[in-house]
């Protein structure tokens, strides 16, 4: 009778000891399905957080007040002379046949744009920058210097920095412009510009 006793006691005790474990698992679980929850959840937080961070960015970027009609028309202006004359210089010493092609292009369409500008602002009655500014100046005059390969390769790199940030001038004047005919202007000559900036990047790529 006590070895019976003895025996449900021992099978009592081994079935508490089982249940404690299963319990302990169990909750073990619950707590590490909680805290990954709760990692997933702040994970989420942090990266809605930073796109609208970025989005916020990105619209003020976009909405941002474009140049004053007046400066926009002298930038472009001065730009569009020194593109000319880079233009003319690549189109005579480039070794390149692309290079000399795309300089050619440069002198024709941005000569039809510096004269449409030049009559825009004899309307309103501005007076344009007769040549570069200094700094294009310098520009100019070290291409001149350079000769080979070393001035295809120059002149190439050049090209793709002035119209990446032509583009990006004339679309903000084209959405945001205050005056109706310059923000006009901006987006008529904005196309002309995606196009070279396309050719020369093309031209850049081959090169590479």
Known sequence: MKNIYLSG??????????????????TVNINRSTASNAMGSAANSIG??????????????????AASPDDFMNEAAIGGMSE???????AAKATNADIKKFGQMMVDDHSKANAEL?????????????????????VIDSMKAKTG??????????????HEDDVAAFEKEAQNGTDADVKAFAAKT?????????AIKAIQAKMK
């Open 149 to 162: 390969a070393d001035f295809d390769e120059d002149y190439v790199d050049a090209m793709v920095d002035d």
């Open 48 to 65: 809605n957080a930073a796109n609208t961070v970025a989005n916020t960015v990105s619209n003020i970027a976009n909405t941002s007040t």
């Open 118 to 138: 030049k009559a825009l602002a004899a309307k309103k009655g501005k007076t344009l920058p007769a040549e570069p500014d200094s700094s294009h100046r310098s």
């Open 9 to 26: 006691s021992v099978l009592c005790l081994t079935a508490l000891i089982f249940a404690g474990c299963g319990g302990t698992d169990t």
């Open 190 to 198: 904005l196309p002309t510009l995606k196009k070279h900036l396309d």
């Open 84 to 90: 000319v004359e880079l233009g003319k210089i690549a």
